[in-house]
Structure formats: structure tokens, C-alpha cells
């Protein structure tokens, strides 16, 4: 399994970006792709808070209270990309965003420990 996150950047307070993560090399359509951060002063600790997931068999989707309203995830299933379409950006959402794939019956927890696959990540800087 092969994950590859991108469309990262800087951004101004307010502003709008898309991540997208390309998914390859998963067999079945029985997994969830999530969305994690990780923000700079987390780093050390190496703790990714989950942001959004969604079920690729049925679109079923789940968020972080705090980016509810903001952020949207989507699939294309034509082509087996997720993206995270964030707007209302805020300096907190900054970090490194990684996408990550459960396998297999996904529980649709925002918890990395349950995801079986990650992708390199994307930073995203919310600054003026």
C-alpha cells in the first residue's frame, strides 16, 4: 500500500487549501483513509491527532469538533484519491498533515493506531 499526500503550503489566516492523498496497491474497497496533523510543537512527542476520515465503500465520513463546518473530505473513486478541501483556515490548523489508510472492516476512529498505512506528509502554514 502506497499513500502520497499533497497540496500543502502557506496560507493566510482565512484562506483555503486542498490536500490530496493518492491511494495504490489496496485490493479491496474495505478501508477508511484518514487525515492526521501533526503540529510543530508535537513533534518531539510523535502525536498525530486525527482531523477527518471517510469510508471508501460508502463515503461514510467522520471530522475533529474542531474543524467541523471548515474542512470537507471527499473521494474519487475513479481514480482512488481522498482530499481535504480545508477553508476558514486558522494559525492552529498549521502543522504536517499525513494521510493514512485502515484496512480491513475500518473502525472510523481518529486514532493512528488503528491505521495500517501512511504516506509521507505535507506541510501547511497558516500565517500572516
Known amino acids: 500500500v502506497q499513500l502520497q499526500a499533497s497540496g500543502g503550503g502557506l496560507v493566510q489566516p482565512g484562506g483555503s487549501l486542498r490536500l490530496s492523498c493518492a491511494a495504490s496497491?489496496?485490493?479491496?474497497?474495505?478501508?477508511?483513509i484518514g487525515w492526521f496533523r501533526q503540529a510543530a510543537g508535537k513533534a518531539r512527542e510523535g502525536v498525530r491527532e486525527?482531523?477527518?476520515?471517510?469510508?471508501?465503500?460508502?463515503?461514510?465520513?467522520h471530522y475533529k469538533d474542531s474543524v467541523k463546518g471548515r474542512f470537507t473530505i471527499s473521494r474519487d473513486s475513479a481514480d482512488n484519491t481522498v482530499y481535504l478541501q480545508m477553508n476558514s483556515l486558522k494559525p492552529e490548523d498549521t502543522g504536517v498533515y499525513y494521510c493514512?489508510?485502515?484496512?480491513?472492516?475500518?473502525?472510523?476512529?481518529?486514532?493512528?493506531?488503528?491505521?495500517?498505512?501512511w504516506g509521507q506528509g505535507t506541510l501547511v502554514t497558516v500565517s500572516s
Open positions: 496497491g489496496i485490493t479491496s474497497d474495505d478501508y477508511a
Open positions: 486525527g482531523v477527518s476520515c471517510i469510508r471508501r465503500s460508502d463515503g461514510l465520513t
Open positions: 493514512a489508510a485502515e484496512l480491513g472492516e475500518p473502525t472510523m476512529h481518529l486514532s493512528e493506531g488503528v491505521y495500517d498505512a
